[in-house]
């Protein structure tokens, strides 16, 4: 019997369960959640999936904070200026914030996998419909509303893109403090081939809708050890509190359902 989703136990190296996700925060009757386990055998290739396009604008960037989830760079969208388009999307999206997931050890801390091969970290860069939907609020609600980019993380060289952010992260150690962070463009944070894979699933953390449209990039990028240790150096608590360290901060695998995963590459 196959446990956590098609993935077999012993894959599954005994993950934590963070606090966050110990009470079976599940959808009653949700049918598209995620994080999924992504088959690659069973994804199919649909040549009409268009090439993904990115235009970010670097001085969109506002602030990075740390919400006691996780830390969010967050971006002015009240205007065009940084947005997605193409891939599997019907409109473009606006880059409202980025964030990560990440382990306690490098063995884990992705929330997808691939053939249930866990990466020590998983970067969403999250984007709304403003085409459809007046504000992000309500795009959440919305099956079409939100579009997030996953890229893996894996153990390697160090990227010197990110250094810039992981310079900041001594600043919002505790949960609730914000730094100003005016320049950044995310692309620095993209692999350089563009093949991915596309599915439909929901925010895996509350509000757990059922609104994004997930585009998963088959590429990881690298960072090294001392940069996953600062993530790792975050804490879920408030100054003042009893210190908990922000790590394991990710859901655990959802049934894929009547859903497909469909490539862009073949
Ligand atoms: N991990 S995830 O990419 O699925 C992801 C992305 C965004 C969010 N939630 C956000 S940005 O919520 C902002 C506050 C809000 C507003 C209306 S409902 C929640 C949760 C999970
Ligand atoms: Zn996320």
């Not at 691939?114 to 998983?122: G, I, L, R, S, T």
């Not at 600043?171 to 563009?194: R, W």
Request: net charge negative; hydrophobic share 35%; charged share 20%.
């Amino acid at each position: 019997m196959l446990s956590h989703w098609n993935c077999p136990p012993d894959s599954l190296h005994h993950l934590p369960v963070h606090p966050l996700w110990q009470s079976p925060l599940t959808i009653p009757g949700g049918t598209r959640q995620s994080p999924i386990n992504i088959q690659w055998r069973d994804s199919v290739y649909d040549p009409f999936l268009k090439p993904l396009k990115i235009s970010y604008d670097p001085a969109t960037c506002l602030h990075i904070w740390n919400n006691g989830y996780s830390f969010l760079v967050e971006f002015d969208d009240s205007t065009d200026r940084s947005i997605i388009d193409g891939g599997p999307l019907e409109n473009q999206y606006r880059l409202k914030q980025f964030h990560f997931h990440w382990g306690a050890i490098n063995d884990w801390g992705s929330e997808h996998t691939v053939d249930c091969k866990f990466y020590p970290a998983e970067l969403h860069l999250v984007h709304w419909n403003a085409v459809v939907y007046p504000t992000f609020e309500e795009a959440v609600m919305e099956g079409d509303g939100l579009a997030v980019i996953g890229v893996f993380l894996k153990l390697g060289a160090r990227h010197e893109g990110l250094q810039t952010l992981v310079d900041a992260l001594p600043a919002v150690k505790h949960k609730d403090t914000v730094i100003e962070f005016d320049v950044f463009d995310p692309s620095c944070l993209m692999p350089s081939c563009p093949d991915y894979w596309t599915y439909a699933g929901s925010l895996t953390t509350p509000p757990l809708t059922e609104s994004v449209t997930w585009i998963i990039k088959k590429q990881p990028i690298e960072v090294d050890e001392d940069q996953l240790e600062a993530f790792r150096m975050l804490l879920f608590t408030s100054d003042g509190e009893e210190e908990k360290r922000m790590v394991d901060n990710f859901r655990p695998l959802q049934p894929l359902m009547n859903r497909t995963v469909r490539s862009s590459f073949q």
